[in-house]
């Protein structure tokens, strides 16, 4: 009887992340002809940034976008494999992105 093998969780440097996420909003806001900000914000549901609410409508749209940019990115599609893109809104504040891949986050 053969045991299973265990996968170990990939590892990706967070500049290497906020990297990618600050190039893809670049192409995204660019492409949307819209202004949004590049901060990556890390949780543990979703990963991407902070939307304006003007930009809600857009919302899905945006989440696809980065998420195909990020996912393309050298470094984060073999770390993170297939991302998913999400949009979460709680309090009022809606983070746009994707949901958080089973990474390691490094220095």
Same mark, same amino acid.
């Given at each position: 009887m053969s045991t299973p093998a265990f996968r170990r969780p990939a590892t990706i440097a967070v500049k290497d992340l906020s990297s990618a996420i600050q190039q893809a909003v670049k192409t995204v806001g660019a492409n949307q002809k819209i202004e949004i900000d590049h901060k990556l914000h890390t949780g543990p549901i979703i990963m991407g940034i902070i939307l304006r609410p003007q930009y809600l409508p857009q919302a899905e749209k945006i989440a696809a976008e980065i998420t195909a940019q990020a996912g393309t990115s050298h470094g984060? /599609? !073999?770390?993170?494999?297939?991302?998913?893109?999400?949009?979460?809104?709680?309090?009022?504040?809606?983070?746009?992105?994707?949901? /958080? !891949?089973?990474v390691i986050l490094s220095e």
């Open positions: 984060v /599609a !073999p770390a993170a494999g297939a991302l998913e893109p999400a949009v979460l809104i709680k309090g009022g504040v809606i983070t746009c992105g994707f949901i /958080a !891949p089973e």
